[in-house]
């Protein structure tokens, strides 16, 4: 009977190895080592754009001169399609094709539905981008669009925010700056700023022309290249008009308001002290009232009703 079992158990011991070894082999076929090459691609591509990829972007950014924001937003945007991107070579390295499938089909109704249901702010967002791309204006510019004007105090990526002149800040959705004409005074290094001075008819033209051009040498704001120009734009009711063109240096430091409101206020003080006269409209009326004075006959008496 020993015998028996002793001639039996490793013939046993080698039938359940002979039945174990493909399940093993199975296992490790279906399982472990479509994971270990998952991990392993997915860390090698997760550090190739962290390591190459996300450096390249803030180099090319650098030597391009963009906005801090901009190259911050490239850096995540780029770690983030670096992430993806392992994802994917990943699931595709280790034979996950269906997995792949049915994410991207997920991925897309989901993306479907955010949009649909936040297009607008989708829109400012990318808005934004454009802007601090293409750089219309900066923060401490002065700009118009529609009805607002004042100093840009922030720029975000889904708003940007303008504080008036009067101290009130007002937030601005990026689509709206994007799909609307901004007007900025102080993009560039000089700013042209034009008024009307209205003379009388009877007044020396070329003794007013030499007022306005005195008074603007004068100024210390406005400029001598390019020189102050005046031409005659009017011959309104009650005055002729010399639109004088005049330019200021370095707008975006410069009160230019202020230097416009100067050279007004010295240019009149001017032709009043030269009586240049300067007119403003007013009505005449010519003409007379007629009144007739009518009496009642002598001895008449109103009638009864």
């Known amino acids: 009977m020993s015998l028996n079992l002793a001639v039996l158990a490793p013939a046993l011991l080698q039938l359940q190895l002979d039945q174990l070894l493909p399940e093993t082999q199975q296992l490790v076929t279906e399982y472990v080592v479509p994971t270990v090459l998952f991990v392993v691609a997915f860390v090698a591509v997760w550090i190739l754009g962290k390591v ?83 750089k219309p204006f900066e923060v401490g510019d002065w700009i118009e669009v529609n009805d607002v004007t004042g100093r840009v105090e922030d720029i975000d990526l889904r708003v940007s925010r303008i504080r008036t002149f009067d101290n009130e800040r007002i937030t601005l959705p990026n689509g709206e700056l994007a799909d609307n004409a901004v007007k900025n005074p102080v993009a560039y290094d000089k700013l042209r700023q034009k008024f009307v001075f209205g003379i009388g008819y009877d007044d020396d033209i070329e003794h007013a022309k030499e007022v306005i051009l005195d008074e603007a040498d004068r100024n210390p704001g406005i400029l001598d290249d390019p020189g102050t120009s005046i031409r005659v734009t009017e011959l309104a009711d009650s005055y002729v008009g010399l639109q004088t063109r005049f330019w200021i240096d370095d707008p975006k430091r410069s009160d230019f308001v202020k230097t416009r409101s100067d050279f007004v206020q010295s240019v009149k003080e001017r032709c009043d002290a030269e009586g240049i006269d300067m007119p403003y409209p007013h009505t005449q009326l010519l003409g007379g009232i007629e009144v007739e004075e009518t009496h009642a006959e002598d001895g008449a008496a109103p009638a009864d009703d």
């Open 52 to 134: 190459v990829l996300v450096p390249l972007i803030r180099r090319v950014l650098d030597e391009q001169g963009h906005d801090p924001s901009v190259k911050s937003l490239a850096e995540s945007m780029t770690g983030v399609v670096s992430v993806v991107l392992a994802f994917a070579v990943a699931f595709t390295v280790a034979g996950f094709g269906s997995v792949i499938a049915a994410f991207g089909i997920f991925a897309g109704a989901i993306a479907l539905a955010v949009g649909f249901a936040a297009q607008d702010i989708l829109g400012n967002f990318v808005a934004g981008i454009f802007i601090l791309k293409d």
